[in-house]
């Protein structure tokens, strides 16, 4: 049996049923987001995102190719971010070896998948980056996408395998795939907000 999990990238921890993604000001849990301006702690929580878990690493959108990693500072590209300090792994598992296609992560309203998550924009980037140096370039995202519902999702990289290293490129069979994924919110309206993720892909 396939399974999708959702992991801490960096700690390692599952972000298990009941739980989210909670993404709040720099001032910590429970701290209000800016209009306009993008998270500056992540969090696990429970799904009323009451109830703070493990803290995230966070990435913050500074502009369309560059990412502040925590709160403040002049950032850095993308291609530079490592594996290890993004936001989530997202790791699917199978029995056997296969390969993964047309893989991609949807933000929706939590109802409609074509639909956008209202009031806030969405932004993903995939990173592949196995080192843990920063002055080091990968080979992933170079700029953010804005994630509105299925026709707006963040495509992944195909069969990337374990740790996303991905030795023979999409030719990579493995039993399990990891990708890598920075995500940045930015309120436009007032108010707390709910929205989902959804992961697709296609194995062989």
């Known amino acids: 049996m396939s399974t999708i999990n959702v992991y801490v990238a960096e700690t390692d921890v599952k972000i298990d049923i009941g739980e989210a993604l909670g993404f ?77 296609q047309n893989a991609r992560l949807i933000a929706f309203d939590g109802t409609t998948l074509t639909a956008a998550p209202t ?44 740790s996303g290293i991905s030795p023979l490129g999409p030719a990579s069979a493995d039993t399990r795939h990891d990708w890598y994924v920075a995500l940045s919110v930015i309120p436009t309206i007032p108010g707390d907000r709910n929205f989902s993720f959804r992961a697709d892909l296609e194995y062989i």
């Not at 995939?126 to 843990?132: C, M, Y």
């Not at 080979?139 to 804005?146: F, I």
Request: proline share 3%; net charge negative; with cysteine.
């Open 24 to 100: 709040y000001g720099g001032a910590g849990f429970g701290s209000p987001l800016s209009l306009n301006e993008a998270n500056g702690r992540t969090f696990i929580t429970d799904v009323a995102g009451t109830i703070a878990k493990e803290e995230c690493d966070n990435c913050r959108k500074n502009s369309s190719s560059g990412v502040i990693i925590g709160q403040t500072g002049d950032g850095i590209s993308l291609l530079n971010l490592p594996n290890y300090l993004t936001t989530i792994n997202l790791r699917f598992t199978h029995p056997t070896a296969v390969l993964i």
């Open 119 to 162: 009031g806030l924009n969405i932004y993903g980037a995939e990173t592949i980056h196995t080192s843990r140096l920063q002055t080091n370039t990968g080979t992933g995202d170079s700029t953010w996408t804005l994630m509105e519902g299925s026709s707006s999702s963040l495509n992944l990289v195909d069969s990337p395998g374990i």
